[in-house]
Every structure is written in structure tokens, then in C-alpha cells.
């Protein structure tokens, strides 16, 4: 009987012509805003958007049964349906008013909403999207329509990746605070400043990225890592993003092709010939075992040094293993494993001695990180495999003391020892701009260069002539360099350097190492001032030793950020 009565009443609302069309003719501009506009608008400020979907769709249902089967009359029935039509959209107007910026609110005056169209538009005129992004499941990710609300931050991501890859950035940095969003770009080794970007822009831009290589966007505290790749008009870049929560505020580093980067042929580090003939010796199976320590400051290349020595090693014909904390690049043939700080039932000593009990050729160890793991590290001595182990070091004498010290057994420490490096990295010339000069005989003095063999260097220039007319040089961008190269202090410890270090005289061993032949770090970079690779001003950058905080002070800054 109820069932009769309901569906009696549904053929009398549907009887007349006006009826339908008043009860069916909100859906249409309901569903419209539903699905272009709301459905984007939460996405955007990651407001639960599948909740509120569910939550419109629900009351679209309610609001049409309400229409059609509440009695008596169609005009209690209609209006009902309405008010349950429009309630989760003033619910949503106002939950949403909440959580934004209150410049991004909606008002009923349209004031911000116009502000807003207008900077829409002048977004659309000045250009349209050139970069697309593919998720690191391979998938295209669309580039938004321009009446989306991302489509701006799109356009930003463009405006901050697009002149960095043109420039040859290898990294990026964008730091979000109470300031500002603070924006860095490093072009061969140097950090050069740009245009910061506004708080809530920047937060939207990190976002952005963020949701394309699939990270949790709402935790802004752990570090987290992920890879995408990005389709440009010149080609394909692969873009490694790294997240993380400071005290100064949220950090994003963008690297560019990192892996390409890593991977460098081991003869095309830098390293001179005799420094390569030396450590060539330690390739043979009867030569390879101990410990070879490889150091840098930051920013000096060591991880591209540790996997390129790792790397001369055929992996088809040893075993190599390496435990890292982070695998920055793949290597064919090679068991890279990686360690978890979050697993509580295997620290890192734990993992190395795992690795050296299945009897491996090469190790490369990427950090000592603790008392334990270097002894571990040792003990094999000159039996065991040949273990890489970088160092974070501005010179071979500390980091033969950190490496005792961790060992915290000087006979074991020395014992094990094979070879150590140290490095800088110094920024090779421009081939298109560099300048040509005669050196005064004072200079090659200074240099303790020989003057009757050195008649000629170079110097950075970053301009070229076009047509009776000055300009950037279009190669290097004005920066008269091009790339970087390595310049290497190398010292091999053979049976008398042991006995000195067992014996406690670093001072002997080191002047031991000298008398034979071994290449001073600054001799090493000055050799390539000399066959034109880089300038004086460059080595003595990059080799001076730090300066006080006056004289930082009065150190020139870098020019602004060179483009293309």
C-alpha cells in the first residue's frame, strides 16, 4: 500500500511539463560545478576530495528522492530537495574557508575571485605550458587545463625548472619559511641566488611535485625521495626530488640527471697519470684487499669518485657489493644493497658483516657510521676484499686520523690500509670564451712553475664578440666555465709507510709518501692551469684554505644566477 502511494505520488509531480523540468534543471549547473570546479578546488588544497565527492553524490541522490517521493505536494517536496542540494556546498564554502590563506577565500563579493581570473588571464596570454612530467610509474601526467586551479603552479614549476636546465644547473633548492621561499641554483659547483617565490606559492609548488613522483604530501617532516622524469622541447631530464622538514622550514632539492653525473668513467675523474698508474696496481685479484680511503669536502665530487673507482671493477668477473645509505645510481652487475634506519633488528655494522661473509671481491662501504662498523671494516686486513670507504675530509692526514680514531686500534687501522685520496673539484674553462695571457715571471714563481715551459694560460672570460658587438658567451652563459674536473692528492701506503703509521708518525709517513713523488692537491690543480683546463683564480679558490670571518665578509658574492 505505501509502495501505491508512493509511486502515485511520483506521477502526479511528473504530469506536468513544468514540474520535470523545475526539478531536474538544478542537477545540471549542480553537476557542472560539482565535477569542474569543487572536484579541482580540493584537490588543489588536498581537502579530502574523494570525501566531499562522495558527500555531493549522496545529497544529489537525497535531494531527487526527496523531490519525488516526499508527500503531499510538489511545492514542500521541491524546495526540500533544494536546501538538501545546496547544503554541502555552503557546508564545503565554509570548512574550505578554514583551511586556506585568506587571500585564496571565496567571498561573496567576488573580489577575490576576480583578482584571481585576472591573474589567470595574464597567465594565459604571456604563454602557454612547454614542459610535461612522467610519474616514476612511466605515466604522463596532463598538463592542467588552464582553467584549473594547478594550471598556475604548473606554470610556476616551468618558470623554476625550465631557466635552470637552460643554464646547465645541476640542483636546485627551494627552502619555504617565515621569509619567504628561498630559491638557489648550482651551476658548476657554485650556488647562485634567484628570485624568491611567495610562501604560499612555493608550499604549492612543492605539493605539486610532490603528488607527481607519488610522495606523501601531507608529511612535510621526514625526508623522502623519489625520481620522475621531465618531457622538455630539448629533450628528456631525469629529476631526482628530495623532501624534508627543517627549523628554518620545508626544503626541496630538485638534482638533475644525477645518475648520468655519478657514473663517470674511472680515467675521466681527473686523476693524472702517475696517480692512475698507482691505484691501477691495486686492480689485479692478488692486489685487491684492504681498505682504500677516498675524501672530499662537500660538494667535491666524492660520491661520483666512490662509484667510479667501484665501478673500474668488472662486475661480471668479481663480486661487488656495496651497503648505502641512499643508492643514488644502479649499476649493471653490482649488488647494491641498501641500509634501513627504521629497522630496528639490523644496524648498520650488522649489514656490513652480513655482506663480508659471503666472501666478496670489492665493497664499497658509503660511510662509516660508527665504532663498530669500521672495526668490522678492518679486521679482514690485507686479506679480505678491497673496501672503498669515502670520507667527508679536507685533507689525507684527517682522514687518516678519523679512520683511527674509529677503529680506535692504531695497529689494526694502519695495518689495513692501502691507499688514500683526497679531491677538489675545480671548474674547467670555457673552450669558446677562455682568454689567452703571457704570465710575469713573479706569478710563475708564486706558482713555482718553471718559466722557460710555461709561456701561456688562461683565464675566465664569459663574452664573445658577434658583429663589432660584446655578448654572453652562448656556450657557457656567460660564466667562462664549462663542467668540472677533479684534482687529486693520492697516497699510497706500502710496507714502510705501514711501519710508520703503526708506529704513530703520520708527519714521517706523510713526508715518506712525499719522497716518493707522491702529487700534492694543489700541484695536481695547477697542473691543469697549465694545459689550459682551468685558471689560477679557480685553483686558488678552491685550494686556499678558510678564511676567517672578516675576510668572508669581504669575499666578492656570485654574479646573479647566468641564463641562456
Not at 524546495?79 to 578554514?98: S, T
Not at 692501502?418 to 689567452?436: E, F, I, K, S
Request: glycine letters at 6%; charged letters at 20%; aromatic letters at 6%.
Amino acid at each position: 500500500m505505501t509502495v501505491q502511494i508512493l509511486f502515485a505520488n511520483v506521477s502526479a509531480q511528473l504530469v506536468s511539463f513544468y514540474k520535470p523540468l523545475l526539478m531536474f534543471a538544478p542537477f545540471v549547473p549542480w553537476a557542472w560545478l560539482i565535477s569542474s570546479k569543487l572536484d579541482k578546488d580540493a584537490r588543489f588544497y588536498h581537502l579530502n576530495h574523494q570525501m566531499w565527492n562522495g558527500i555531493h553524490l549522496a545529497a544529489g541522490v537525497a535531494a531527487l528522492a526527496a523531490m519525488l517521493f516526499i508527500p503531499p505536494t510538489f511545492w514542500l517536496s521541491w524546495p526540500l530537495g533544494m536546501i538538501i542540494l545546496a547544503a554541502p556546498l555552503y557546508a564545503y564554502w565554509q570548512i574550505r574557508n578554514r583551511e586556506v590563506p585568506e587571500t585564496e577565500r571565496f567571498k561573496l563579493s567576488g573580489e577575490g575571485l576576480a583578482a584571481r581570473l585576472e591573474a589567470r588571464k595574464l597567465a594565459r596570454s604571456a604563454r602557454g605550458a612547454m614542459l610535461r612530467f612522467i610519474d616514476p610509474k612511466g605515466n604522463e601526467r596532463n598538463v592542467p587545463p588552464k582553467d584549473d586551479p594547478l594550471y598556475p603552479i604548473h606554470i610556476l614549476a616551468e618558470d623554476l625548472i625550465a631557466p635552470a636546465v637552460a643554464a646547465r644547473a645541476t640542483q636546485i633548492e627551494l627552502t619555504v619559511g617565515a621569509g619567504g621561499g628561498r630559491v638557489a641554483q648550482t651551476i658548476d659547483g657554485i650556488r647562485y641566488k634567484r628570485e624568491p617565490l611567495q610562501p604560499e606559492s612555493a608550499a604549492h609548488l612543492i605539493a605539486y611535485l610532490k603528488e607527481i613522483a607519488a610522495l606523501n604530501v601531507d608529511d612535510r617532516r621526514r625526508r623522502q625521495t623519489a625520481e620522475f622524469r621531465m618531457l622538455a622541447p630539448d629533450g628528456e631530464v631525469q629529476i631526482t626530488l628530495i623532501t624534508a622538514g627543517t627549523s628554518s622550514g620545508q626544503v626541496m632539492k630538485l638534482d638533475f640527471d644525477r645518475s648520468k653525473r655519478l657514473l663517470k668513467p674511472f680515467d675521466g675523474l681527473g686523476l693524472l697519470r702517475s696517480q692512475l698508474a698507482a691505484l691501477r696496481a691495486l686492480e689485479p685479484s692478488h692486489e685487491r684487499h684492504g681498505v682504500l680511503l677516498l675524501g672530499a669536502p662537500p660538494g667535491h665530487g666524492l660520491s661520483t669518485s666512490s662509484y667510479s673507482f667501484m665501478s673500474r671493477h668488472d662486475p661480471y668477473t668479481s663480486n661487488i657489493k656495496t651497503l648505502e645509505r641512499e643508492i643514488q645510481a644502479l649499476i649493471d652487475g653490482v649488488d647494491q644493497a641498501q641500509w634501513d634506519p627504521n629497522n630496528p633488528d639490523v644496524d648498520y655494522a650488522t649489514n656490513l658483516q652480513s655482506i663480508l661473509r659471503r666472501d666478496p671481491d670489492v665493497v664499497l662501504l658509503a660511510t662509516l657510521a660508527d665504532n663498530e662498523t669500521a672495526r668490522i671494516a678492518a679486521a679482514p686486513g690485507l686479506q679480505g676484499p678491497l673496501i672503498y670507504i669515502p670520507q667527508r675530509a679536507k685533507a689525507i692526514s684527517e682522514q687518516i686520523r678519523q679512520w683511527v680514531k674509529y677503529v680506535g686500534d692504531l695497529k689494526m687501522a694502519a695495518r689495513t690500509l692501502r691507499a688514500v685520496t683526497n679531491q677538489r673539484l675545480v671548474r674547467t674553462l670555457c673552450p669558446n670564451c677562455r682568454h689567452p695571457y703571457q704570465p710575469t715571471p713573479e706569478q710563475l714563481q708564486r706558482m713555482n712553475l718553471p718559466a722557460k715551459k710555461v709561456s701561456q694560460l688562461y683565464r675566465a672570460n664569459g663574452k664573445v664578440q658577434v658583429k663589432n658587438k660584446i655578448e654572453s658567451c652562448p656556450v657557457c652563459g656567460g660564466t667562462g666555465y664549462l663542467g668540472q674536473t677533479g684534482a687529486f692528492e693520492v697516497m699510497m701506503i706500502d710496507d714502510e709507510a705501514r711501519r710508520l703509521l703503526v708506529a704513530g708518525d703520520l708527519k714521517g709517513a706523510l713526508a715518506y709518501a712525499r719522497r716518493n713523488k707522491m702529487i700534492y692537491l694543489q700541484e695536481a690543480a695547477l697542473s691543469k692551469v697549465v694545459n689550459g683546463e682551468s685558471s689560477i683564480e679557480e685553483v686558488i679558490r678552491v685550494t686556499a684554505p678558510a678564511q676567517s670571518g672578516a675576510e668572508t665578509a669581504r669575499r666578492p658574492k656570485p654574479d646573479p644566477a647566468p641564463t641562456t
